[in-house]
């Protein structure tokens, strides 16, 4: 199983980044896929996620904010995430949002400054 996040940097608060995660095919295709956020001294948390139909659910704190898409001919879950705040800035993931894997794999930092 593949999980590989990307897209993170460095940002002003109110800007925008995209991040990325590649998966293998099969793992795709079966599961839900979800993003999680790990802040610095706390414990991850999910922060979107999508169901292989295309229903999304997203963290309170993210809400009309964050966008989770799948790109199904790409095996690729994307998070877009816009009007970025300092309490934004973690370390990414992207797993499965029930039962994920433990293959966490680096992660994407995400700063925002303010």
């Known amino acids: 199983v593949q999980l590989q996040a990307s897209g993170g940097g460095l940002v002003q608060a109110g800007g925008s980044l995209r991040l990325s995660c590649a998966t293998s095919g099969t793992f795709f295709s079966i599961n839900a896929m979800g993003w999680y956020r790990q802040a610095p001294g706390k414990q991850r948390e999910l922060v979107a996620s999508?169901?292989?139909?295309?229903?999304?659910n997203y963290a309170d704190s993210v809400k009309g904010r964050f966008s989770i898409s799948r790109d199904t001919a790409k095996d690729t879950v994307h998070l877009q995430m816009n009007s970025l705040k300092p309490e934004d800035t973690g370390v990414y993931y992207c797993n499965r949002p029930q039962n994920p894997v433990p293959l966490w794999g680096q992660g994407t930092q995400v700063t925002v400054s303010s």
């Open positions: 999508i169901s292989r139909s295309g229903s999304t």
